[in-house]
């Protein structure tokens, strides 16, 4: 038996752990001991609540600019770094000894990272990480830079800065010096968990993306009148007018708002849209309804792109703007954050998703993802796993 740790680090939600709690699950099933050091305990408490694992809080540094912020636009990856303690020789050592420490506790034979570039600096030339995730978080390894991929945002470091901070976290730490940052990120083996056609760095690539872990069976068409599925949170600054425009938008509908009040679900359930407790199983809903509103999260992205229904998305963080974007050029989504300005804008906007080309556009493409076989990753993740662990 090995002990396999699990990292999270970077980001907001739960589908992070959500995904390495589905490769712990399967490691655990060959023998294998699963640890989690993770960014938010108290979000992920279900995840572990019937389980025996070690579960731990991840080195955080406080007081940092965090990505949800709406200033925040990235222009690369490397800003993300640059936001998230990269641009700071001493802090980014500070948070990769604190790793280092926890690798030395828990003696880890090997990492399994999610949205953990810390963890992964900390580990480098020490412990074998597999880095896994959807494509904005996972940028190509072999590539002496990140690729850009908004040429006018704001550069928030120069990459030299950042290149500097990581040589010297490493030459302090006493490890192997990397070749380059993105080498770091990537691991000893990477795995974009995500379709080629929702992936930034697509045309950048060595190798292909392996798809999301659960295999996604052949798109077919939403029968049965018009109708939306919304995955919502109540955080997001817009959520009134997101609200307003589905209870205008004369389609019938359901929705899982995440941090939900009563009174939001009161709105809802008044105008007849179903209210779910919890969120319902993905692949149901998604292949259900005709069009898809949500976030940009990389599982409902995933479902949708995978069942061939148009979507609305209204990003509430940075990787979700990105994807928002990355998804925008193939005529089969709306960016509604960045082109709508009212309910009545957004409403119009849900009825002409399920109207004319974008169904049949969203329908071939899925058809294309699927004829790829570009799902059910989670074999191939686990198969590295144990190759890794010998």
């Not at 509604?336 to 049949?360: C, D, F, T, Y």
Request: glycine share 8%; proline share 9%; hydrophobic share 45%.
């Amino acid at each position: 038996m090995a002990r396999v740790l699990f990292a999270w680090e970077l980001g907001v939600g739960v589908g992070y752990v959500d995904r390495l709690s589905q490769v712990a699950t399967a490691m655990e099933a060959e023998g294998h001991e699963p640890v989690f050091v993770v960014r938010d305990l108290v979000g992920t408490a279900d995840f572990f609540a019937r389980r025996s694992w070690i579960v731990m809080q991840a080195p955080m540094a406080v007081g940092m600019l965090h990505p949800t912020q709406p200033r925040f636009v990235p222009g690369s990856y490397a800003d993300l770094l640059a936001v998230n303690n990269f641009a700071n020789a001493e802090h980014l050592f500070r948070l990769a000894h604190a790793w280092h420490m926890l690798f030395l506790a828990l003696q880890p034979v090997l990492i399994v990272a999610e949205y953990a570039p810390v963890a992964t600096l900390a580990a480098y030339g020490r412990v074998p990480v597999i880095a896994m995730g959807h494509g904005y978080i996972m940028p190509p390894p072999d590539q002496r830079e990140f690729p850009i991929f908004d040429p006018a945002a704001q550069r928030f470091a120069p990459p030299e800065k950042i290149a500097e901070a990581v040589r010297s976290a490493q030459q302090r730490l006493g490890g192997v010096i990397a070749d380059s940052v993105p080498a770091i990120i990537g691991g000893t083996r990477h795995f974009v968990t995500a379709f080629a056609e929702t992936d930034p760095y697509a045309g950048f690539r060595g190798q292909p993306d392996c798809g999301p872990l659960d295999s996604i069976p052949p798109p077919i068409g939403p029968t049965g009148p018009p109708s939306f599925y919304a995955y919502l949170s109540a955080s997001h600054p817009q959520l009134r007018m997101i609200l307003q425009s589905l209870v205008e938008c004369g389609l019938p509908g359901a929705a899982y708002v995440k941090r939900a009040t009563p009174e939001i679900r009161q709105y809802l359930a008044e105008r007849k849209v179903h209210v779910f407790d919890r969120p319902p199983p993905l692949a149901e809903v998604t292949r259900g309804a005709h069009v898809i509103v949500h976030h940009g999260g990389a599982a409902t992205l995933a479902a949708a792109m995978g069942a061939g229904r148009p979507q609305m998305l209204w990003p509430e963080v940075a990787d979700q703007e990105v994807s928002a974007g990355t998804i925008d050029r193939l005529g089969v989504s709306v960016h509604a954050r960045r082109r709508l300005n009212s309910p009545a804008q957004a409403s119009r906007a849900l009825r002409e998703l399920v109207q004319g080309e974008p169904p049949a556009r969203a329908l071939r493409i899925a058809e294309a993802i699927n004829q790829r076989g570009e799902s059910g990753s989670l074999v191939r993740i686990v198969a590295a796993a144990q190759e890794l662990i010998g």
